[in-house]
């Protein structure tokens, strides 16, 4: 079971990213696949996440005007588009896979949660 994130980088405020996260050894439909992010001194916060049963999803109110999660199923990648990037936006991004019914709890974390490694989105002119 393996989470490959990729496309952090340097943004300048009101920019796009687009992040990836590849995901491997799972069986399609029995899992669902979400972002979270920590922010130097700030607690990790869950962003948003899909289920790969259904497509359902669950966006954090905060950013939901701004990122949207979508996933491509042939290529078993999930994706993480991020609009009108902000100073504050500034974190480790980490994508993570859980149950299928994980959007339906919010996306919070508990022990089935598996995580990937993160990639370092950074907003600043």
């Known amino acids: 079971v393996q989470l490959q994130a990729s496309g952090g980088g340097l943004v300048q405020p009101g920019g796009s990213l687009k992040l990836s996260c590849a995901a491997s050894?799972?069986?399609?439909?029995?899992?669902?696949i979400g972002w979270f992010r920590r922010a130097p001194g700030k607690e990790r916060e869950g962003l948003a996440c899909?289920?790969?049963?259904?497509?359902?999803?669950f966006t954090l109110y905060s950013v939901g005007d701004r990122f949207t999660i979508s996933r491509d199923a042939a290529k078993n990648t999930v994706y993480l588009q991020m609009n009108r990037l902000k100073p504050d936006d500034t974190a480790v991004y980490y994508c993570?896979?859980?149950?299928?019914?994980?959007?339906?709890?919010?996306?919070?974390?508990?022990?089935?949660?598996?995580w990937g490694q993160g990639t370092l989105v950074t907003v600043s002119s």
């Open positions: 993570a896979a859980d149950l299928p019914a994980w959007p339906r709890v919010g996306c919070r974390t508990g022990t089935e949660t598996r």
């Open positions: 050894g799972f069986t399609l439909g029995s899992y669902s």
């Open positions: 899909i289920s790969t049963s259904d497509d359902s999803t």
